[in-house]
């Protein structure tokens, strides 16, 4: 398995990066295209990098924010048969803010209509090939994680807590071990780790990559974080986009060389 970073919020010394998260997967024959960033930027790179958009088998939205689901549209234009799955409750109704100063965070409005033929829910964990699974959240009271971001989906004309129902894990199988793709983990890196290891009894989970959302997180937080993650025992840990540098050299001190940095143009192998 092999995975190229396309877009992420640290540029290369020859490619640009933006607020967003774009990473394009090899496995066996397949590839894999996980979030398209917040803007066309991820083809752009992808076409720089020699990474072929419309050979993608299948493509994967993380979570039904504009960072990692603005570019849909130009993957749809690139690539005319892969599927594009996406979680249980995806929908163009996120928010972000406080009081009555929110604003749109989400996929654009009408992508999931004007490409519905090409949509799929995943409405529990589901192996689309042999090897590659989606997962949803199991972990309860997620809407608390919501209320703390200030995060909130306008669902039926009323204001809710997002409880990142519309999060999803897309998770591996190597010989190395499992290894998990969850690009802002907002139920919380280490909640991630516990349910894909629930969901794979007996599997060693290997790997664990995508943002944290820690860029706004107290050093308290950044420090529980980082023992709980070094508790599940996972080995390679990788980060970047929304975690955030001072948080990232906060991780580093407990998770040592376990922890790597994401950015643009990085490769990883498996």
């Known amino acids: 398995m092999r995975a190229t970073v396309v877009v992420d919020?640290?540029?290369?010394?020859?490619?640009?990066?933006?607020?967003?998260?774009?990473?394009y997967i090899e496995y066996g024959e397949r590839k894999l295209l996980l979030d398209t960033g917040a803007s066309e930027l991820f083809a752009e790179n992808a076409e720089k990098l020699g990474?072929?958009?419309?050979?993608?088998?299948?493509?994967?939205?993380?979570?039904?924010?504009?960072?990692?689901?603005?570019?849909?549209?130009?993957?749809?234009?690139?690539?005319?048969?892969a599927p594009f799955y996406v979680g249980p409750t995806c929908a163009a109704d996120c928010y972000a803010g406080r009081w009555l100063f929110r604003?749109?965070?989400?996929?654009?409005?009408?992508?999931?209509?004007?490409?519905?033929r090409r949509i799929r829910y995943v409405l529990e964990k589901t192996e689309i090939f042999p090897g590659v699974t989606l997962l949803p959240h199991s972990t309860p009271g997620l809407q608390q994680a919501g209320r703390r971001?200030?995060?909130?989906?306008?669902?039926?004309?009323?204001?809710?807590?997002?409880?990142f129902s519309h999060e999803q894990s897309l998770v591996l199988?190597?010989?190395?071990?499992?290894?998990?793709?969850?690009?802002?983990?907002?139920?919380?890196?280490?909640?991630i780790v516990n349910e894909v290891a629930a969901a794979f009894p007996?599997?060693?989970?290997?790997?664990?990559?995508?943002?944290?959302?820690?860029?706004?997180?107290?050093?308290?937080?950044?420090?529980?974080?980082?023992?709980?993650?070094?508790?599940t025992g996972v080995a390679y840990i990788c980060?970047?986009?929304?975690?955030?540098?001072?948080?990232?050299?906060?991780?580093?001190?407990?998770?040592?060389?376990r922890l790597h940095p994401l950015q643009v143009g990085l490769t990883m192998e498996f």
């Open 239 to 257: 980060t970047g986009h929304c975690t955030g540098p001072e948080a990232y050299e906060l991780l580093a001190r407990t998770l040592g060389q």
């Open 51 to 81: 990474l072929d958009l419309s050979a993608v088998d299948a493509a994967v939205l993380s979570h039904a924010h504009y960072d990692h689901g603005n570019g849909m549209e130009a993957f749809f234009r690139r690539n005319d048969h």
């Open 173 to 191: 199988e190597t010989e190395e071990g499992l290894v998990i793709f969850n690009s802002c983990s907002h139920a919380g890196a280490d909640n």
């Open 149 to 163: 971001e200030h995060m909130f989906r306008r669902v039926g004309g009323r204001w809710q807590p997002d409880d």
């Open 202 to 231: 007996g599997k060693t989970v290997r790997a664990m990559i995508g943002g944290f959302h820690l860029y706004n997180k107290s050093e308290a937080e950044v420090k529980t974080l980082a023992q709980k993650l070094e508790a």
């Open 9 to 23: 919020n640290r540029k290369s010394d020859a490619l640009p990066g933006e607020w967003g998260l774009c990473i």
């Open 103 to 116: 604003r749109y965070i989400g996929i654009p409005p009408t992508v999931l209509s004007d490409y519905s």
